[in-house]
């Protein structure tokens, strides 16, 4: 899968109202040739900025949690690679300086208070393009973070 097609893809799962660390989550395991319906599942709750909180944006959470299926460790007797934390900080770094206009933040790069009942209906209707937008704009970094890293 190309860093283009995962741009692709993760913007046709946020049009079918997936969140946002699901579409970028799903292509990134995709592009491993893992497929896990339940770690998708587990990272919507990471959507709106963890939980609709507007904290960490989910489609970062998403990309990092790709980065650990790829040098964490699920075992007991595995080994984690410490390239994973290089290859955590420059993902955030990328992602702020290329996509998140210096933001990391849910709030402060969509600039909606997800607590707020008529904010998130007003997003709704206009501001949700920028999302998905940055999802695949993060699926397409992601993708080619992962060239790089192989």
């Known amino acids: 899968m190309t860093p283009d097609e995962m741009q692709r893809e993760a913007t046709q799962l946020m049009l079918k109202r997936f969140h946002c660390s699901q579409a970028v989550a799903a292509v990134g395991i995709k592009k491993l040739g893992l497929n896990s319906y339940e770690i998708i599942k587990a990272m919507g709750a990471f959507g709106g900025g963890l939980g609709g909180n507007g904290e960490v944006c989910g489609a970062v959470v998403g990309g990092l949690a790709v980065i650990g ?23 955030l770094r990328r992602f702020s300086q290329e996509i998140g206009e210096g933001h990391i933040l849910c709030r402060d790069i969509i600039r909606v208070d997800w607590t707020n009942r008529e904010e998130v209906k007003a997003f709704y209707r206009g501001k949700s393009q920028k999302c998905i937008d940055l999802v695949g704009k993060t699926a397409r970094m992601l993708g080619v973070m992962m060239d790089e890293m192989t």
């Open 69 to 91: 299926l790829m040098f964490s460790r699920g075992k007991e007797e595995e080994l984690e690679d410490r390239r994973m934390w290089l290859y955590t900080r420059e993902f």
